[in-house]
């Protein structure tokens, strides 16, 4: 069974650090680049960032680049967000997505099939 | 950035009914398009990719059409389960982004 869990949410003040883990299991985690998505409350879906497969490679929301790093473990089956400079806009739950799935040659263009529960990120004094 | 406008932002329908949500890019996409399905308290469902490909276990109710800039969700005969809020995403280029939602409601 495919699972993704995400841990280290919590409330932190305006200017604070705050570092995000998401723990793959259920398949090859190495196959696919991964992708952070939010939702801040009562409002849509926003995607933050994503990283290749080797991790050589990120992409960021302009509004957070420079201040978020997207990074992953491939050993570990993991990915992380780590973030910094919080400001309140960026309360929110942050969810943790499966992106597409590559191979040596081709890349799927079915992403975002898998979702973890979500952690909450918020940012206050 | 590609802007995507998603409408109505919200509806009412009955069991049974056919809704119809589009979903607008702001300059082409091709068919890099995805659409979600979203529930309270619940992270999204992936319900069709590549603008008309059907997700593994979805319902066959569910269709997608379009390239371009402009695409359709159709759901034919809802159902309780589909009372939920629906995104498109598209990833043909970065940022990829969503469109604002609509929530399909019950008359």
């Known amino acids: 069974e495919v699972q993704l869990v995400e841990s280290g949410g919590g409330l932190v003040q305006p200017g604070g650090s705050l570092r995000l883990s998401c723990e793959a299991s259920?398949?090859?985690?190495?196959?696919?680049?991964m992708s952070w998505v939010r939702q801040a409350p009562g409002k849509g879906l926003e995607w933050v960032a994503n990283i290749r497969l080797d991790g050589r490679e990120t992409f960021y929301l302009d509004s957070v680049r420079g201040r978020f790093t997207i990074s992953r473990d491939n050993a570990r089956n993991s990915l992380y967000l780590e973030m910094s400079s919080l400001r309140a806009e960026d309360t929110a739950v942050y969810f943790c997505?499966?992106?597409?799935?590559?191979?040596?040659?081709?890349?799927?263009?079915?992403?975002?099939?898998?979702w973890g529960q979500g952690t909450l990120v918020a940012v206050s004094s | 950035d590609i802007q995507m406008t998603q409408s109505p932002s919200s509806l009412s329908a009955s069991v049974g009914d056919t809704v119809t949500i589009t979903c607008r890019a702001s300059?082409?996409?091709?068919?890099?398009l995805g659409w979600y399905q979203q529930k309270p308290g619940k992270a999204p469902k992936h319900l069709i990719y590549?603008?008309?490909s059907l997700q593994s276990g979805v319902p066959s109710r569910f269709s997608g059409t379009g390239s371009g800039t402009e695409f359709t969700l159709t759901i034919s005969g809802l159902q309780p389960e589909d009372f939920a809020t629906y995104y498109c995403l598209q990833h043909n280029s970065y940022p990829r982004t969503f469109g604002q939602g609509t929530k399909v409601e019950i008359k």
């Open positions: 590549a603008a008309s």
């Open positions: 997505t499966r992106d597409r799935y590559c191979s040596r040659t081709t890349c799927s263009k079915s992403l975002f099939g898998q």
């Open positions: 300059e082409g996409i091709r068919s890099d």
């Open positions: 259920g398949f090859t985690f190495s196959n696919y680049w």
